[in-house]
């Protein structure tokens, strides 16, 4: 029954099991990044997300030697300032970061910018960002920036 519904529902890969989530591996210890994300911390200088037991392990190996707060992947020094925080996430958007891009989006989108949320979110999702996708389904179903439309939004959500 259910591969019958699946084939009416035009979407069979929408009911198979992920090998994994979107968010993919811790790129240092390769373990399965979790959904939460309050159990990862995503970098600026680098858009790496690192789970949360390498960054603990980084800031108590960096706790211990008495040093500078760096990015546990790029050893990048850890930004202070909102201001540099911004400065470096708009130099990762000028090479196409999707992370970074839809980190913009999303930014803005809580700013209540919502014409530059949805021109960054679609940049991003035209590079293949899922959360992106599931951005940009919220947007037009809200109608934040754009006319609502179901079928723009059931599309980002397949596609999310």
């Known amino acids: ?7 009416e529902l035009h979407d069979e890969l ?5 090998d994994g989530t979107h968010l993919g591996d811790c790129p ?4 399965p990044l979790s959904l939460d994300q ?4 995503l970098y600026s200088c680098c858009s790496k997300i ?3 037991g390498c960054d603990r392990a980084n800031d108590s190996r960096e706790e211990m030697a008495s040093l500078e707060p760096k990015c546990p992947f790029c050893r990048q020094p850890v930004p202070k300032t909102k201001k540099e ?5 708009m130099k990762r958007i000028e090479v196409n970061d999707p992370v970074a891009i839809t980190q913009w989006g999303l930014e803005q989108h809580i700013k ?23 951005h940009l389904a919220d947007l037009y179903h809200n109608g934040h920036g754009v006319e609502k439309d179901k079928g723009k939004k059931m599309y980002h959500m397949e596609e999310a």
């Open 38 to 41: 309050s159990k990862s911390s």
């Open 28 to 31: 240092i210890c390769m373990i």
């Open 14 to 18: 929408l009911f198979k099991q992920p």
């Open 112 to 134: 209540g910018n919502y014409s530059t949320a949805f021109e960054y979110s679609t940049r991003a999702a035209e590079l293949g960002d899922a959360v992106a996708h599931c």
């Open 1 to 7: 029954d259910c591969k019958k519904r699946a084939a």
């Open 85 to 89: 925080l911004d400065k470096r996430r």
């Open 50 to 52: 690192i789970c949360g």
